[in-house]
């Protein structure tokens, strides 16, 4: 149990980083709805990730841990890149809104690609369907309230942020990095 802990605070450190980012970039806004939905869209994704890892071991095993990271860095890099020239354009709303559905969905998506890797390794270890119901509860769990969590403090300070630097250039640089982070995590382990 402490193991699938660990596991499921470091899944969650994706989803805490995009949604501080998210926070920031609302600054002034209430949008309960939209950030319970990014929440539980980063929860369900961080969750189900695993389990199509699980599910697809058997076939498909080493292409799938072959180009996760490079899926992964790719939606990232897009995202962010899109964000970081929007940044400059001065454009009032931004098309990769943190509250657009679809924005939201590839943001989940891609913080989620890296668990993948997790499901491969509960097959390796003789983790049964049944017994893989614990540990994704507890990843899909603390993904939601790690995201919760990183939108309030970035919401809560992103005033001090915006007065530095545009939330949105921000936003697309930890993006990029967080990408950046993935790749070189699977090149190099």
């Keep these: 149990m402490i193991e699938n802990l660990f ?5 969650a450190m994706d989803c805490f980083a995009v949604s501080v980012v998210c926070g920031v970039m609302l600054r002034g806004t209430s949008r309960t709805g939209a950030v319970l939905r990014m929440a539980f869209l980063f929860g369900f994704f961080q969750g189900m990730m695993p389990l199509a890892g699980w ?3 058997c076939r498909f095993s080493g292409t799938l841990q072959q180009i996760d990271h490079w899926v992964a860095f ?14 400059f354009r001065g ?14 969905l590839a943001l989940a ?17 003789g983790y049964t369907m049944q017994a893989l119901f614990v540990p994704l509860s507890l990843i899909a769990a603390v ?8 939108y309030l403090l970035g919401h809560r ?16 640089l930890i993006l990029i990095a967080i990408g950046v982070k993935i790749l070189l995590e699977h090149l190099f382990s």
């Design 7 to 11: 596991i499921a605070f470091a899944l």
């Design 55 to 57: 599910l697809l071991t």
């Design 74 to 87: 790719a939606m990232l890099a897009f995202i962010g890149g899109k964000m970081v020239v929007e940044s």
């Design 91 to 104: 454009e009032e709303r931004l098309s990769r809104s943190p509250l657009r559905l679809r924005t939201q």
């Design 109 to 125: 998506v891609a913080t989620s690609i890296d668990a993948l890797s997790i499901g491969i390794s509960y097959a390796c270890t």
């Design 143 to 150: 993904s939601f309230g790690m995201s919760i969590a990183g």
């Design 157 to 172: 300070f992103g005033e001090a942020v915006n007065r530095r630097m545009r939330p949105e250039l921000l936003g697309g």
